[in-house]
């Protein structure tokens, strides 16, 4: 899910879809309108999911996608290669992947209570409460 949004009011820190994918912006440059031109974006954003570098260059009125972040909380039940867990509204069971960040792997175990974030009908490990 995602929302459409003029790039010009985009910030350092917001989210926005590049090439189908979710990413954070990293570096934001905007230029001022010329006597023959708009307003030019030029932006720098990571992956949220696969961390690759993506840039966008567009006028400041035109349109952009910025996706939807769920942010929700659930208890581990179960650790493999996925983290299964249950959603402490809907009761859920939600398979999430491990997450990369080692201080954050030794710190799930099962009966803990974790939040995660579903963007675009994926999920991400975010921090243990």
């Known amino acids: ?11 350092v820190g ?15 440059e905007k230029s001022k309108p010329g006597k023959h031109g708009s307003a030019k974006v ?7 999911f696969d961390g690759v570098k993506r840039s966008m260059v567009g006028p400041a009125d035109s349109k952009v996608d910025v996706p939807i972040v769920e942010k929700r909380s659930g208890q581990v039940v ?3 290669d996925v983290v299964s867990i249950m959603d402490s509204e809907s009761l ?5 992947p491990l997450p990369q960040d080692e201080s954050l792997r030794k710190k ?7 939040e995660y974030w579903t963007i675009m ?8 409460k």
């Open 1 to 11: 899910m995602s929302k459409p949004t003029d790039m010009g009011s985009l910030k």
């Open 14 to 28: 917001h989210n926005v879809i590049i090439d189908g994918e979710p990413c954070r912006i990293v570096e934001l």
């Open 42 to 48: 030029r932006l720098v954003a990571i992956g949220i």
């Open 78 to 80: 179960s650790i493999g």
């Open 92 to 96: 859920q069971i939600v398979e999430v």
């Open 108 to 114: 799930i175990e099962p009966g803990v209570t974790v």
């Open 121 to 128: 009908g994926r999920h991400m490990l975010v921090s243990v």
